[in-house]
């Protein structure tokens, strides 16, 4: 008895270290981190995954951690490590939101936000169906269940207590950047033009034929335009978020690869 319990004593810190990175990415995830899931779930999720890792990868894993300071520093390590994996898929969801932010600008719903109880903040109102059809969809091709297997192949590829920040990381970050605004004006582009041509032809009406109220007239059309173009356009949304979803797991993986030890 009194082996075992110096066994997982040695082993503690390793254990600890897994679930720090763990818990970073069910913290800032936008998967995982939803206010609709209790916190002691999160925590308990974490505790079991930590526990799976430990036992079938790093069970004989010691950690040469000899001062206070070392170990605080390396949690803080795999802490925003977990976080950083999390934050590029809530990059992409806000892409996401700002899409829907331009869509509701240009149709006259720029002045219309709803509550999003999952995170209770405001959010644009199609930019928040726009959300929901992405969180769908990631749900639906099994994108929770490979961020998971991601992190658990990190284990692997970055061991615990050495990860290493290079130059390529922040170039990594910055096109991680650049694809989700890409994603955004993508997404919002045929709406926005729909809702443009639909301004041009009004504009016209109004020097046609003067009698015409614009103002009136045109805010309803101009919903009703940019309501049957995002509906004609969803399959497309779903093509192109199939797409953008891929790319940001492979953006994972290729982070986790530039922060190796090699």
């Known amino acids: 008895m009194g082996g075992i319990l110096e066994q997982y004593k040695i082993a503690f810190p390793a254990l600890i270290l897994i679930f720090c990175r ?12 939803k206010q609709s899931i ?27 951690i000899d001062h206070p300071l070392n170990l605080f520093i ?23 939101l700002l899409a829907g932010q331009l869509i509701d600008t240009q149709i006259g719903f720029g002045m219309v936000n709803v509550l999003d109880p999952q995170s209770n903040i405001q959010v644009p109102l199609l930019g928040n169906f726009n959300n929901i059809i992405a969180l769908l969809l990631f749900l639906i091709i099994d994108g929770h269940h490979t961020l998971v297997n991601l992190l658990v192949a990190s284990f692997d590829i970055i061991p615990i207590g050495q990860i290493t920040i290079e130059q390529d990381i922040y170039i990594i970050l910055v096109t991680i950047f650049k694809n989700a605004f890409g994603l955004a004006f993508k ?3 045929p709406i926005v033009g729909a809702a443009l041509i639909t301004e041009s032809i009004l504009g016209l009406m109004s020097k046609s034929i003067p009698q015409i109220n614009v103002f009136a007239v ?38 986790m690869e530039a922060m190796s030890i090699e």
Do not use: Q, R
């Open 22 to 33: 763990i818990a970073g990415l069910f913290i800032m995830s936008p998967i995982f981190s």
């Open 38 to 64: 209790p916190i002691y779930w999160k925590i308990m999720l974490s505790v079991f995954l930590s526990y799976i890792v430990f036992s079938f990868k790093l069970s004989t894993t010691v950690l040469n």
């Open 74 to 96: 390396n949690l803080l390590k795999e802490i925003l490590l977990g976080v950083i994996f999390g934050y590029i898929t809530t990059i992409m969801f806000s892409a996401i």
């Open 187 to 189: 997404m919002a582009l």
């Open 218 to 255: 045109g805010i309803p059309i101009k919903i009703f335009i940019g309501l049957i173009t995002l509906f004609f356009f969803i399959p497309a949304y779903i093509s192109l978020l199939k797409g953008n979803f891929s790319d940001m797991l492979k953006d994972i993986k290729g982070l």
